[in-house]
């Protein structure tokens, strides 16, 4: 079972403002993933890594950037917070085996002003 | 067209009831299938998955896979209310999940 962590569960910041979400995982998975979701409606891809030092860019960027220097943090920075990045972002992790599954932290649910 | 597609619902079903949630996949070369369950305003749990073509049991879940038809099903038998919620079905192909938009469930007690 993943051990998969999101700090903060909430926020809510203005405009302009540039914030980083945390994500951290305890089992030693390579591949990393980014989604955002908003009520009722599906997963959106922002950002994965396969490993230290991959990152790649999902179906849905969102003007954020994320970065992989150690296997075990994945961290989504927003440079310029805007209304429209109101949503809930779910980290997940996964092993690097074909059937492995994707195991998702609880959220953050990010409000902008 | 959408990797996976499902019916959005809503499904309602009597207590004690089964339960039956459907999933297409348009990608033939997807290996592994995943059935999320998730409650309002939180994150996806993980029930079951599957990667061989027939049934799988666990609990009061069963999937069923079918790779010819490129269909997947969640059957949750003896429903209870603390099942109503969204069940999104999830496909890997390659390194990447495709998610449908989700089944939501409504168990009546």
């Known amino acids: 079972e993943a051990d998969i962590y999101q700090t903060p569960r909430y926020l809510v910041i203005g405009t302009g403002k540039k914030i980083t979400l945390e994500c951290s995982q305890t089992m030693g998975h390579d591949k990393m993933y980014w989604y955002q979701q908003d009520p009722g409606m599906e997963l959106h891809l922002i950002h994965y890594?396969?490993?230290?030092?991959?990152?790649e860019k999902g179906d849905l960027s969102s003007e954020s950037t994320v970065s992989r220097i150690r296997t075990e943090h994945f961290p989504l920075t927003l440079e310029s917070a805007r209304p429209s990045h109101t949503s809930q972002y779910l980290c997940?992790?996964?092993?690097?085996?074909?059937?492995?599954?994707?195991?998702f932290g609880n959220g953050t649910r990010l409000t902008v002003t | 067209q959408k990797e996976v597609e499902q019916n959005s619902g809503p499904l309602s079903v009597p207590e004690g009831a089964i339960a039956s949630l459907n999933c297409t996949y348009s990608?033939?070369?997807?290996?592994?299938f995943f059935w999320y369950r998730q409650y309002s305003g939180k994150s996806p749990e993980l029930i079951m998955f599957?990667?061989?073509?027939g049934d799988k049991e666990d609990g009061r879940f069963t999937a069923q896979l079918n790779k010819a038809s490129q269909y997947v099903s969640l059957l949750i038998r003896d429903s209870q209310p603390s099942d109503s919620a969204t069940y999104l079905c999830a496909v890997k192909t390659g390194n990447q999940f495709y998610f449908g938009t989700g089944t939501s469930l409504t168990v009546i007690p």
């Open positions: 599957i990667y061989s073509n």
């Open positions: 997940a992790s996964s092993r690097d085996r074909g059937n492995s599954p994707l195991h």
């Open positions: 990608d033939r070369g997807s290996q592994s």
């Open positions: 890594s396969y490993g230290v030092n991959s990152t």
